[in-house]
């Protein structure tokens, strides 16, 4: 019995919030690439970043800003240039970019968080941006959360978006998301971004706790190709406008709005796996049985970026060792005599031992096949237990295909 | 000016050691399977085993029978079943291995260590190996190392050897190692293994020290797809039958002895990289300006193993930025200001910025397509410096190729 429903809307389906997505000539191609989210009021806002030591001026920017003050109006977005390893001058084009956007919004800049995905290296080009930021202005509207799931894109196949409705105090209460990312990284065609609205009343400190969560159980365990990108963020408005009572403490309403929360960042973060580069399928891992759920899903991380796994899952080969041995690698203590290894319904090892399966006997033959078949499924679900304890942790990634090394390979200078 | 010169003649190069290598039928394709290395004496013994939870009965025997005594007459070798998750019986079979080959050899059964590769979750096939094992027994040779280092190869391409000499007390001392592996998994077809030999006399404290700390600068320091295989083991016995003065400190002596010890890894773990599955190039990843060499080689590591970096150097593409990101994730904390990136001679990164090179200026398309150029040779040095620390270390890899994924997804049950 779900305490939330899906509902249409994506970021400006809670109350309060409009969108825009334009093309302002940031990308060769002359898609999409500026997107703009705006709180008619000031919302509270929480942030999770990369935690890479090369990080894009709009991630150092978004940082300190929030550090500062964990409040924000608007959220800016580029797509075409990372503006990530641009040194002063990448900064000082984050900087501007906020004074132009809140001189056309009649805003302090300082309201204003901004975002930027693409090529590594490459400074926003500010001209099409300076002109650009007028026009998003003007094409704000309450219905343009997919216009701006567009413009975030880069080598992304499919818009990713999201809204769910709760209630709190008999009120309803709504979160909506849209995120970009076909790879962990993309150092050429950088980032996953992900950007979440929230109608609730919520204190500062409470929310950026749960937002902090959330992207553990979500983006935190996703993986393409184990490659942490420069501009990686996550951030998640809250603005008050549902008129639900304020959240200022723990307790079962802010259970209920943090679980609303989390299925919102996995279904994103699910979104980008499934989406990753090459990718024919989507990989669930659940892991149980560990000693807590740090661990569980550190296992699960592991086997969904096993690079070897992954190439089975492509060959549609039910290759039970790779998962046994992604999971011994995983820096997880655990007993291997209790170890146990399921592909969607085909249990494969148990006890630490495989089950007859690779022998010469006509069933074993049959499950080998049919578990083969299994793997041909839009979504593979390895489930995995380690042993007695109550941690479990789920982790998603996507199969390694010809067309991973085919883009990577001929995306070219 | 180097203390050491490559000799022939691999783990039978030092003195007192025979070596074998036969087809007993454990691999269905009748290639050789069952190798060989014994000592004249008893060698002091030293192993560097897997880190994963997921182990081998034969890593777990080695791992107890050194705890015991650090001392063996012979390593026994089969490829074809990895022993891996084979349970109780598992176990057994690796005990009962050593029983037999120490009744053909005349010596105890704890004299004898053993290494296994191949189908993880299954047994060795006993009876075959029990007819092979007077077999390789009656093949042993002094000159029988290439035969041995045929025997342990399972996906290998190529049998990896070679043997150094240099002078202790102005008397030759000689060391020679094996190898196996072509990726640094391959939980069907698993393991790297490498078995080095040594005619030093050297206390067994010293002599395991030297083994960990060479293990560190080398097979520790290559990646073909990040995964950890149940069975990785080194094993390296020192016999003393150079006659030279036995080294029982640290020292000058104990120095070049370690000198050579870890050239030798470095060569094995280098064509254990350049053999990687589908690779068509080895990778040398050289950083300094670290805090300290372990942070060097973690950030080393990271970019030899980053998956865009390993697709771009298939592509021929000299995408710093993939260089450059790699580097931020490797979980080292450097400043980006510092950050430095050179591919063979070319300069692409300095104090954190690109250097002009995708801009429209007819130089930068000539150094561009000059660095193209280079990628196309066989061992691609990318060079890169975090700050001003002392700090320094290398990796070693692969690129990541469409037969990689080939390979790996077409292996299949």
Chains 1, 2 share one sequence.
Not at 95 to 104: C, D, F, K, P, W
Not at 286 to 315: H, N, W, Y
Not at 363 to 377: H, M, N, T, V
């Amino acid at each position: 019995m779900s305490e939330w429903h899906e509902i249409p809307g994506g970021v400006t389906a809670p109350k309060g919030y409009k969108a825009a997505g334009i093309a302002a000539g940031l990308k060769p191609s002359g898609a999409p690439d500026l997107a703009l989210i705006v709180s008619d009021v000031e919302a509270i806002a929480a942030g999770v970043f990369t935690t890479s030591q090369v990080k894009a001026a709009c991630v150092d920017y978004c940082r300190q800003r929030l550090q500062a003050k964990a409040a924000a109006r608007a959220i800016l977005c580029n797509a075409g240039q990372a503006n990530a390893a641009t040194g002063a001058q990448g900064w000082a084009d984050a900087v501007e970019s906020t004074e132009i956007l809140g001189q056309a919004l009649g805003i302090p800049a300082d309201a204003v968080l901004v975002a930027s995905t693409g090529v590594i290296g490459q400074r926003i080009k500010m001209e099409p941006l300076r002109l650009g930021i007028p026009q998003v202005v003007a094409a704000l509207s309450s219905e343009g959360s997919d216009q701006a799931a567009k413009a975030i894109c880069t080598t992304d196949l499919v818009a990713k978006t999201i809204a769910l409705e709760t209630t709190l105090d008999g009120r309803p209460v709504r979160i909506g998301g849209i995120c970009k990312g076909s790879g962990m990284i993309h150092p050429n065609m950088a980032t996953m971004l992900a950007f979440v609205t929230c109608d609730a009343m919520i204190s500062p400190h409470l929310w950026q706790q749960m937002v902090s969560r959330a992207a553990d159980k979500s983006f935190n365990q996703i993986t393409v190709d184990g490659d942490t990108s420069t501009n990686d963020s996550l951030i998640a408005l809250a603005n008050g406008q549902s008129r639900t009572p304020a959240i200022t403490e723990p307790g079962p309403e802010a259970d209920k709005l943090e679980a609303a929360l989390t299925e919102v960042c996995m279904h994103l973060a699910k979104a980008i796996a499934r989406d990753g580069e090459g990718a024919t399928c989507l990989i669930e891992v659940r892991v149980s049985g560990a000693t807590d759920d740090e661990a569980a899903r550190q296992i699960a991380r592991t086997i969904a970026g096993s690079a070897l796994f992954k190439a089975a899952v492509f060959g549609r080969d039910p290759n039970w060792g790779r998962i046994a041995a992604a999971a011994g690698r995983a820096g997880v203590p655990f007993e291997q005599d209790h170890l146990r290894v399921q592909l969607g319904d085909f249990l494969l090892m148990e006890n630490g031992q495989p089950l007859p399966f690779d022998r010469p006997a006509a069933s074993a033959y049959i499950k080998a096949a049919a578990a083969g078949e299994y793997l041909k499924a839009d979504t593979v679900l390895v489930s995995v237990s380690v042993g007695g304890g109550s941690g479990s942790g789920m982790a998603w990634g996507c199969d390694l295909s010809y067309d991973y090394v085919k883009i990577n390979a001929e995306y070219t200078t």
